[in-house]
């Protein structure tokens, strides 16, 4: 009977051992943040395929801009180019919301530990950062759908000069249009990148607050 109870005590006191040295929720944070940026490989591989992509539609669309109606043939054949990229930039843009939405999943893991801090003002510091990481998650959201209009714009234009009538009112009609949509993805991407930075500093200045390392 003794070594039964002498048993289950020692059992018991590894167990309560286990609850009190477990994981601390700054710890449990750090491993989400870690993840996070596992998560968002994608949406960081996808950005120079994208680059390159906008700069050779550029240099098909001032191709198509320098060529006569008498070269048609030449201009129809740089708009199948043109309509290529498109489907080319479009897939690398399902292939960043997709990390990105993987990652905003993962983050919301932190919700579950913010409660547990200790230290009010670490406490604090972790809902704001978990604030301005939503808005950028927002932020990105939108610049998406900014970014995918602007590419049906483009769509639009180069099924446009495939066409031997084309009206160049309408042309310069559709160009307007284009170069609006992208200014205004410019300026969400700005918000975009500033609120980035916002949350960089915060997941640094947490990493320092808690005393553990952040990974590169």
Do not use: W
């Amino acid at each position: 009977m003794k070594i039964y109870i002498l048993t289950v005590s020692f059992i018991l006191s590894l167990f309560l051992t286990g609850c009190v040295f477990g994981p601390s929720p700054e710890e449990e944070i750090s491993e989400v943040l870690d993840a996070i940026v596992e998560k968002e490989q994608g949406f960081v591989d996808s950005q120079e395929p994208i680059k390159t992509l906008e700069q050779d539609e550029k240099e098909l669309f001032d191709n198509i801009m320098a060529l006569s109606i008498e070269e048609f043939d030449e201009i129809e054949v740089l708009a199948e180019e043109a309509l290529e990229n498109l489907k080319q930039r479009e897939e690398q843009i399902v292939i960043e919301a997709e990390s990105i939405k993987e990652a905003k999943k993962e983050f919301e893991k932190i919700n579950e530990y913010v409660g547990d801090i200790e230290d009010a003002t670490l406490r604090s510091h972790v809902e704001e950062m978990i604030e301005v990481m939503y808005q950028r998650y927002d932020s990105h959201n939108e610049l998406i759908v900014k970014y995918e209009e602007a590419i049906d714009l483009d769509r639009e234009l180069y099924t446009m000069l495939k066409d031997e009538e084309l009206v160049f009112e309408d042309l310069k009609e559709q160009v307007e249009k284009v170069n609006t949509q992208y200014d205004t993805t410019l300026e969400l991407n700005d918000e975009f990148n500033l609120i980035t930075d916002q949350y960089n500093q915060l997941k640094s200045d947490f990493y320092e607050m808690s005393g553990r390392d952040e990974e590169e």
